[in-house]
């Protein structure tokens, strides 16, 4: 997957994304904000931050936000969405997430909100965060996640490359983990939750043709009751009902 058509991918679905309702809101984001209840900070980064939801959240919590998206559609949803809110605090750059073009130890919170999966370069983005972030600055990683198990590893990360090919991958939490160890990251507090999903919009917000929609329809109908089980498939009201598992973490870069 070129960057380039995970771009096309995204501004051409940017609408669908800005109205959808997982991305809005869900436990994640209210996870995120209870983490950083008692906290504010000068200067907050938010990457990958698509239609601004996150960035939103966090103007809250910062003077300033620099919504950062590699997309340009995606962030004149953002800079629609600060129009529409009246939040002046959030400024919006383009550029991937491996590459944030802001100076060493100047920024106090990064965060990452179910975006993670689309990074080509994942570990240069940790490594990147260490990088923008002072000491004892902050990384907030949101993400859906893969479980350790080979076969439903396998298993989620082909249905979802199949229906959105800017899909990388879902990791497990044992890959993060490495990852943030490795860059002199220490985990303050991480908590596992749930993103809910509906098989038709699903497959809507990525442009899938009627055709394969139903090849994919076909893999949750065949799924093994093991992967049913993990992902909680059910079927329902003439839809499939799922979810994947999702991580919260807050991170502190080491003094």
């Not at 497990?172 to 490495?178: C, D, F, K, Y």
């Not at 899938?208 to 329809?217: A, C, G, I, N, P």
């Amino acid at each position: 997957m070129t960057r380039s058509k995970a771009q096309e991918i995204f501004g051409t679905n940017a609408e669908a994304y800005a109205q959808s309702s997982v991305h809005v809101r869900d436990d994640s984001l209210d996870i995120i904000e209870n983490m950083l209840s008692g906290h504010y900070f000068k200067t907050s980064v938010d990457v990958g931050t698509g239609a601004g939801f996150t960035a939103l959240s966090i103007s809250r919590f910062s003077q300033t936000v620099i919504a950062s998206d590699p997309t340009r559609p995606m962030l004149n949803q953002t800079i629609k969405a600060c129009l529409y809110t009246n939040a002046t605090n959030i400024f919006a750059i383009q550029n991937v997430a491996e590459k944030i073009p802001l100076m060493s130890d100047s920024i106090e919170l990064v965060t990452c909100r179910k975006a993670g999966h689309h990074f080509p370069e994942f570990s240069q983005y940790i490594k990147e965060c260490a990088r923008i972030l002072k000491p004892g600055g902050i990384m907030i990683l949101a993400d859906s996640i893969s479980p350790e198990d080979d076969h439903l590893d396998h298993w989620l990360n082909e249905i979802e490359e199949e229906r959105d090919p800017s899909h990388i991958r879902n990791r497990r939490i044992s890959e993060i983990n490495g990852l943030i160890n490795e860059y002199g990251f220490n985990t303050q507090t991480s908590q596992l939750t749930r993103i809910h999903l509906v098989f038709s919009s699903w497959v809507g917000r990525t442009g899938v043709s009627k055709t394969f929609s139903e090849y994919l329809q076909q893999k949750f109908i065949k799924a093994s009751p093991e992967t049913q089980e993990a992902f909680q498939i059910t079927f329902k009201d003439d839809d499939i009902h799922f979810s994947w598992p999702c991580v919260v973490m807050k991170c502190v870069k080491s003094v």
